[in-house]
């Protein structure tokens, strides 16, 4: 996708580093920033510098080709995977990435193992923006039998960011709408703001603000009215892990959209590739909710009037708060999952219908 009317990749290895946009600094300045160990490709992850489950699995995956480069010893490179797998527990995409990276280099001897690493892990890059290109394919059929219908502009509802910029290219549940876009077709997206780090306002919009896409930035509590006034055509969010059983889970919030989706009779989509997928978890207590710094909640940044980013603090300075970064959205609560295989229902049985 574009910045500026230049085409970009999330991540890229370029000279033994590797290359990311610092999301940190969305939207207020475009910064390309060098990881240089696997502790940089760590903090980045950590830091939310990358973010988004399919990218941060292949930040993971790049990561370990880090650790080779740093200290091509294999107790090393276990350890840094490890760290890489704890670095953010929620997102399935970062241990799948880590896992396929150590079963690959599992046997190969020092001389080979860069090279065979650097490879899984381009193999990792290229085969997510494939997915997603094809979740978009996918995707496009639905909004185009809305457009058909209607005859009038699609307007769509997401929440957080399951952009291009959460992936390697196209995003998950904006694939789906790039793809309309190029074919011609009227869309307009209204963006939850997604507080508290505000990835729909500064990522999202940002995206669609640079493919010249129509978008409107809401609050996060304006979707159910916006619903009731028939504003909202369809819904379509990404996810960081989906059960087996069709239970979602994705950024906080997202099961209160899919509450008024569904007393509003909105379709409710969820996008993803099939790395993002937890075939051995059945109960969704079981999945490790990550809880963030509250210093997210208690404090904002912005842009002041000389364009520097600063940080103020908007909570009284004695209240405490709870940042919880994830939640869940039972299955029975969501219309269907576009994947790059296909669209199911949101169940065993349809995910197994694609995936044997």
Request: proline content about 3%.
């Amino acid at each position: 996708m574009k910045i500026e009317g230049k085409s970009y990749k999330t991540i890229w290895f370029e000279n033994n580093l590797v290359k990311i946009i610092d999301q940190t600094k969305l939207p207020h300045k475009f910064v390309i920033k060098d990881l240089k160990t696997v502790k940089d490709s760590i903090n980045a992850i950590k830091t939310m510098e990358v973010r988004g489950a399919p990218l941060i699995g292949a930040t993971a995956a790049f990561g370990l080709v880090l650790s080779i480069i740093e200290n091509n010893d294999l107790s090393f490179i276990k350890k840094s995977s490890e760290e890489l797998i704890a670095s953010r527990p929620t997102a399935i995409n970062l241990k799948w990435a880590v896992n396929r990276m150590m079963k690959k280099l599992n046997g190969i001897n020092e001389k080979d193992i860069l090279k065979i690493a650097l490879n899984e892990a381009k193999a990792i890059k290229e085969e997510d923006e494939g997915f997603c290109k094809n979740i978009g394919l996918n995707g496009l059929k639905i909004i185009e039998e809305i457009s058909n219908k209607k005859k009038d502009t699609v307007n769509i509802l997401t929440h957080c960011n399951a952009g291009w910029l959460a992936t390697i290219d196209w995003g998950t549940a904006t694939s789906p709408i790039y793809h309309a876009h190029q074919k011609g077709i009227k869309v307009h997206v209204w963006v939850d703001e997604t507080r508290p780090r505000n990835q729909g306002a500064n990522l999202t919009s940002y995206e669609l603000n640079e493919e010249g896409i129509s978008n409107t930035v809401i609050t996060d509590n304006a979707g159910g009215i916006l619903m009731q006034r028939g504003q909202v055509d369809m819904c379509i969010v990404g996810t960081d892990r989906t059960l087996s059983n069709g239970d979602v889970c994705n950024k906080i919030g997202t099961y209160l959209k899919a509450l008024s989706a569904k007393d509003n009779n909105v379709p409710f989509y969820v996008a993803l590739p099939s790395s993002t997928i937890d075939w051995s978890i059945k109960d969704h207590k079981q999945i490790p909710i990550e809880e963030r710094n509250s210093e997210e909640l208690s404090h904002v940044e912005g842009v002041d009037e000389n364009n520097e980013i600063k940080k103020v603090r908007i909570y009284p300075k004695n209240s405490k708060s709870l940042n919880l970064a994830f939640d869940v959205t039972p299955a029975k609560l969501v219309t269907g999952l576009i994947t790059e295989k296909g669209v199911c229902e949101a169940s065993e049985k349809g995910l197994k219908g694609l995936f044997k």
